[in-house]
């Protein structure tokens, strides 16, 4: 089920009147529902204005053993603290598909905020619930299944290695975290698997945070795999580690960091050093990114 919150205008916004006489409220909503995966939003910030204008659309994914309370919070900006300007609670219990309702929105200070709630089915929903596999991930296992046999016969041997398909194991390898020395090793263990033939009878590959930097300058490397094998990246990878991430602290990257990290604060998305770290880790490792589609 999917909750969609249609976000209209606030009107006679304030922070009181010694308040509004020292600064005009700069007025933002936030959205949330507990018990969701997108459990937040926040509509943009309209500055020095008392009847904003926000006109925005969100969704809300809903568990349906879960309660239905839509919390919803008039906060003004400011540059030090926001501030919160009042607080109500929608309860949203009595909501079924199609249900559609206009809301006025009163808080204790006068504030108004218009909006609709509607309830919709998820006729197109991004995740599948099933405990088997996809028809295109068994697509893949039956085509990759075939390459793996032929691989095992030449790495073990026609006496030792499957007889049939259907004999065929599925092996995962699977890479730990561990920044740019995780990066690094894996690349060494991809080097190794790739060059005994190993990596030929693997199924499925797997990473976590360091790992998973190396997969990612890997796969999205433009010459892989037709040009370019695991270890001859191992030379790239070196040389842009050996650079300092300090250069990368110009103030264009800042300004870019920044605009991208407000970006994604603005959509109600928590934000924290870690994304100016892993945009650092990027802008260090993901140099030359192609997002073909890859067959191995």
Not at 29 to 42: D, E, F, H, S, V
Not at 193 to 211: N, P, Q, R
Not at 233 to 254: D, G, H, Q, V, Y
Not at 288 to 294: A, D, G, K, P, T
Request: aromatic share 10%; with cysteine; hydrophobic share 40%.
């Amino acid at each position: 089920m999917i909750l969609r919150v249609e976000v209209f205008n606030g009107e006679n916004i304030t922070k009181g009147w010694l308040g509004d006489m020292m600064d005009i409220p700069d007025p933002y909503l936030i959205l949330k529902l507990k018990g969701t995966p997108n459990r937040r939003k926040r509509t943009p910030v309209i500055d020095n204005c008392p009847n904003p204008q926000w006109n925005v659309c969100f969704k809300f994914y809903l568990d349906p053993s879960e309660n239905r309370e839509l919390y919803v919070t008039l906060m003004d900006s400011n540059y030090v603290m926001d501030q919160e300007l009042g607080n109500k609670i929608l309860d949203l219990t009595n909501f079924t598909p199609g249900t559609e309702e206009y809301i006025v929105v009163d808080y204790d200070s006068g504030a108004k905020v218009n909006m609709k709630v509607s309830m919709v089915e998820d006729t197109k929903p991004n995740l599948r619930f099933s405990l088997a596999l996809s028809d295109e991930e068994k697509y893949f296992v039956k085509r990759r299944r075939m390459h793996i046999f032929e691989a095992m016969k030449k790495f073990l041997g026609h006496k030792n290695a499957p007889k049939d398909q259907r004999e065929v194991p599925v092996i995962a390898v699977l890479g730990s975290g561990g920044g740019f020395r995780a990066t690094m090793s894996f690349a060494g263990v991809f080097k190794a698997l790739e060059e005994s033939g190993l990596l030929d009878c693997v199924m499925y590959v797997a990473s976590l945070s360091g790992s998973s930097w190396y997969l990612s300058c890997l796969y999205s490397h433009p010459d892989f795999p037709h040009l370019l094998t695991p270890g001859d990246l191992i030379p790239e990878l070196r040389a842009r580690m050996a650079k300092s991430w300090t250069k990368l602290l110009t103030p264009l990257n800042m300004y870019n960091y920044m605009k991208q990290v407000l970006r994604k604060s603005s959509q109600g998305q928590p934000v924290s050093f870690t994304d100016f770290f892993g945009h650092l880790v990027g802008d260090t490792l993901l140099i030359e990114v192609s997002s073909q589609l890859i067959e191995i």
